[in-house]
């Protein structure tokens, strides 16, 4: 089966300081794992991919993401954090066996308190 | 520029009724996509659609209907047989690369869907 855990529902962080928000995967074959950021009544924006290649994945407004194959893990991480990165964050996974599916985490609730 | 429009941005429905939400993409994408967003449990599929005249149920397409007669419109229409409807309703699009499955969707701002 196919599925995302994000297993933190809220993440509280100061701004400046660095975050990690956590996502783990179960794929058979393999895994084609993204993030997307939600802003109040909006939809979802793309942050980053890992497809296959280097296990540290840069993607945009400074955020980057670890595949961590052994864990099965792809966790978002920024340096630095800015009180603009509040926002609803989701992992989402592809199926390999229907490349028209996509499995969404429940997402993450990211707080910057300046 | 090129995007996903949906519409309207706020709906309400009473008892009984159907209501249909638009979408409509120009970013030449072959596949479309209907979610459900309700607080604390993700996203979960409603439809999707991979060609023009053609789509598959999601997880949870009971009391939803679909069409796809253009490449660039997927409306969604939310039945009577619906019967907690209320939720904030989110239309994507992707396309295929060679791979086929390296393509991020790329989503519409959503629909929030009341009953009165």
């Known amino acids: 089966a196919q599925s995302v855990a994000q297993p933190e529902d809220q993440v509280n962080v100061a701004e400046g300081n660095p975050l990690t928000v956590k996502c783990t995967y179960s794929?058979?074959?393999?895994?084609?794992l993204f993030w997307y950021v939600q802003y109040p009544n909006r939809g979802l924006q793309f942050l980053l991919k890992y497809i296959t290649g280097d296990n540290l994945v840069k993607g945009s407004y400074g955020f980057e993401a670890e595949f961590n194959k052994s864990q099965t893990s792809f966790h978002l991480k920024k340096p630095s954090a800015l009180v603009s990165d509040s926002a609803l964050y989701f992992c989402a996974v592809r199926a390999s066996y229907n490349f028209n599916k996509f499995y969404f985490g429940s997402g993450t609730k990211l707080n910057v308190k300046p | 520029d090129g995007g996903i429009t949906q519409s309207p941005k706020y709906l309400f429905r009473k008892e009984g009724q159907n209501v249909t939400l638009s979408c409509e993409q120009n970013?030449?994408?072959?596949?479309m996509y209907w979610y459900r967003q309700d607080p604390g449990q993700g996203l979960r599929l409603i439809y999707y659609s991979q060609i023009v005249n053609d789509f598959q149920k999601g997880d949870i397409a009971e009391g939803y209907s679909v069409s796809r007669e253009k490449k660039e419109s997927f409306p969604l229409t939310v039945t009577s047989a619906q019967k907690n409807p209320t939720a904030f309703y989110l239309c994507?699009?992707?396309?295929?690369?060679?791979?086929?499955?390296?393509?991020?969707?790329?989503f519409g701002d959503g629909t929030r869907l009341s009953i009165l």
């Open positions: 794929v058979s074959g393999n895994p084609y």
């Open positions: 994507a699009s992707s396309s295929r690369s060679q791979t086929g499955q390296d393509q991020p969707q790329h």
């Open positions: 970013l030449n994408h072959d596949a």
